[in-house]
């Protein structure tokens, strides 16, 4: 029984291991063909889905279509054909750092935007309400957490797109309004994990503090966070996460639109969502460029995630 | 009990190979999947026979097609007659839809569009609401000097792949630059995207002093103000039904090229220009299955139109059901 225990129990634990390798092969092999095309340079293109005439036949291609156009203006064979690529003139260009750059920033406005409220959420139903109001809201919190995410897409579109236009100016989809709805959806993750990690404050401590003639504000910076603070960074990093991989929610609301924002009121595009809306008329090499910023995407989330864990949670620890 | 296993695994395959013989499968396009949703259940009540329509875009119905894994695929691109052959496809038009120019401008109605003013609105070089450009052909109108904001579709679709082409056959350098695509890294800075129709029927709507493309159906269904757009005669026509049907009866599509050809921008002093046909893709080698959707479509031609038009989607014509018919024959799948 107790060797039965132990093996369910490891190979649990290496089916994850091995999910986690099979996702990243798979992710890689789909995406090979855009990784040979287009190198590590594919990170720092801004160009999307851009044709460019192939370099060593140019002039004659040109040459070509004007002629086709002055001959026979009804030319059928317009009709580029993306499923069918053996006889392009063209080569389509794809390069990934708009949607890098855009899943960064909104992110980061995600972030900046739902660290504070939650912060304060917790605070206030860790140290200052009352045990009936606490109940309340905490339990209003953790409802908040199960609402899918299309529907914020939808409520984000339709009631607060027109409010950030009209506030802030520029466009109704923009960056700012995706990183503002992610900041809502995260708020919730952020609150209720921060408040379990404050809740286990032992009370002797806080005690010993107030007897000290410390007050509620100064338990809260000198006794509560430092003690919580590795539940705190927890929380900021599972919020992190899923601010990184929302897809559904912020392609209704970031714009979709391939260029770098100059104002955070631009419409700009993220990884998911790129992957998300292009998916189902993809094919060929575009459809190889998607799979390529899914493994940027995993890459990327692997990376902020480790580092957040390991440079937080060491000093943290120290 | 490896023998019940396999009596078991024998059997189950069995019924779910007679299940799979009773529907008849299609994937692809989804441009027109409200209409065929509808003929679907239609048809279903009329016969009992069911028929499944998966909309997964047109691409992958391609690709379904030619890895034979539906008995038939709708494409809003048609494909060419060499392809067709390679892979062993017939190809006929399925249903007509027509495509909007959807407007929110405070206070202005019957807003006129050329195709210049059409080309220059998608390539970011008109600016404003009073650029000459469209102020010429909107003489009454009182045109307000603020800056226009294109709305497209954020993701891949027919939509667009039908309005590019429109664009490609009314303008050169658009045809050069960019092309008829399914999606499209558009010019300019003005414009933004919505995710699916859903998202550009809102945007739209929501947003002052917008101009996107909209299919008929959704742009009728979200009470948007279309604009008349200027047709290859140089007359205004308004989005409706019957400039759609003179734009239908005028497209050109000829059974013996398989009716490879998108009937944007037709002739006619009455035709609707930004319309669109859409196709529907069939595996040679099962004319059984064939001749049951072709059997399908024949009664939708002649019992769905009704359905179409209150979708906003055009019938086709006697004239164009007529060849149909006769390609049918020809290829031995009636």
Redesign the interface.
């Given at each position: 029984m107790e060797k039965l225990f132990q093996k369910i129990s490891l190979s649990s634990a290496t089916l994850v291991l091995v999910l986690l390798l099979g996702i990243f092969t798979t992710l890689f092999i789909s995406a090979k063909p855009a990784v040979e095309a287009f190198g590590l340079q594919f990170i720092t293109d801004q160009?999307?889905?851009?044709?460019i005439p192939l370099i060593e036949s140019s002039d004659t291609v040109i040459e070509d279509?004007d002629d086709a156009?002055i001959a026979d203006e009804d030319d059928?064979?317009?009709?580029?054909?993306?499923?069918?690529e053996e006889d392009a003139a063209t080569k389509t260009v794809f390069g990934g750092l708009v949607p890098i750059i855009g899943t960064l920033l909104s992110t980061l406005i995600a972030l900046l935007f739902a660290m504070p409220i939650a912060m304060g959420i917790a605070v206030f139903l860790a140290e200052i309400a009352s045990k009936n109001i606490s109940k309340f809201v905490g339990m209003a919190i953790e409802l908040l957490a199960a609402i899918p995410s299309i529907i914020f897409?939808m409520w984000g579109?339709?009631y607060f797109?027109?409010l950030i236009?009209d506030t802030f100016g520029g466009?109704?989809?923009?960056l700012l309004t995706a990183g503002l709805v992610l900041g809502v959806m995260i708020l919730p993750f952020m609150a209720a994990v921060t408040r379990d990690s404050m809740n286990t404050t032992p009370d002797v401590l806080k005690e010993s503090a107030y007897a000290l003639g410390a007050t509620k504000f100064e338990v809260v910076k000198d006794i509560i966070f430092p003690y919580s603070k590795t539940g705190i960074i927890g929380s900021i990093i599972l919020a992190l996460g899923r601010a990184l991989g929302e897809t559904m929610a912020v392609?209704?609301l970031i714009?979709?639109?391939?260029?770098l924002p100059?104002k955070i009121t631009?419409?700009t595009?993220s990884i998911p969502?790129a992957m998300?809306?292009?998916f189902?008329?993809?094919?060929g090499l575009g459809e190889s460029a998607l799979f390529y910023l899914g493994l940027i995407l995993f890459v990327m989330s692997f990376a902020v995630i480790s580092f957040a864990k390991f440079y937080f949670l060491k000093r943290g620890n120290a | 009990m490896t023998k019940v296993i396999k009596i078991a695994l024998a059997s189950s395959l069995l019924v779910s190979g007679l299940a799979a013989n009773d529907v008849i499968k299609g994937s692809g396009a989804s441009f027109p999947y409200s209409v065929y949703q509808k003929w679907i259940k239609a048809y279903n009540k009329a016969t009992g026979i069911k028929v499944d329509y998966i909309s997964k875009g047109s691409s992958k119905g391609i690709k379904d097609a030619k890895a034979r894994q539906v008995d038939f695929a709708g494409t809003d691109k048609p494909l060419s007659p060499k392809v067709l052959k390679k892979h062993g496809l017939y190809q006929f038009p399925g249903v007509v839809g027509a495509i909007t120019m959807g407007y929110n401008l405070p206070g202005v109605k019957n807003l006129k569009l050329s195709r210049a003013a059409i080309v220059s609105i998608a390539n970011g070089s008109t600016k404003y609401w009073d650029d000459a450009l469209i102020a010429n052909t909107n003489k009454g109108l009182k045109l307000p000097h603020e800056k226009l904001t294109f709305v497209h579709r954020a993701d891949g679709s027919g939509t667009t792949f039908n309005f590019t082409y429109y664009l490609s056959k009314v303008d050169k350098t658009w045809r050069h630059k960019y092309g008829a695509k399914k999606s499209l890294n558009w010019p300019g800075n003005h414009h933004i995207g919505g995710n699916k129709n859903t998202g550009v029927a809102s945007l739209i709507k929501q947003t002052p002093f917008a101009v996107g493309y909209i299919d008929y159906a959704d742009a009728q269904k979200n009470g948007i103000v279309m604009a008349s757009v200027e047709n290859r005669a140089g007359n205004y026509i308004k989005p409706e039904l019957k400039a759609f049907q003179a734009a239908a009866a005028k497209a050109d599509l000829n059974p013996k090229k398989d009716f490879y050809s998108v009937i944007a921008d037709p002739k006619g002093a009455n035709s609707y220009p930004i319309v669109a046909a859409t196709f529907i893709l069939l595996p040679k080698e099962n004319p059984a299955m064939d001749k049951k959707v072709t059997a399908f479509y024949d009664w939708s031609y002649k019992n769905g139109q009704e359905i179409a038009k209150s979708l906003g989607f055009v019938p086709l014509p006697k004239s164009l059901t007529d060849k149909i018919h006769t390609y049918w024959e020809a290829k031995g799948i009636q």
């Open positions: 160009r999307w889905n851009q044709e279509s156009i059928e064979d317009m009709i580029l054909d993306e499923d069918d897409g579109l339709y797109a027109p236009a466009y109704q989809v923009s392609a209704f714009g979709a639109v391939y260029s100059d631009d419409p595009i969502v998300a809306v292009n189902g008329e993809a094919s | -």
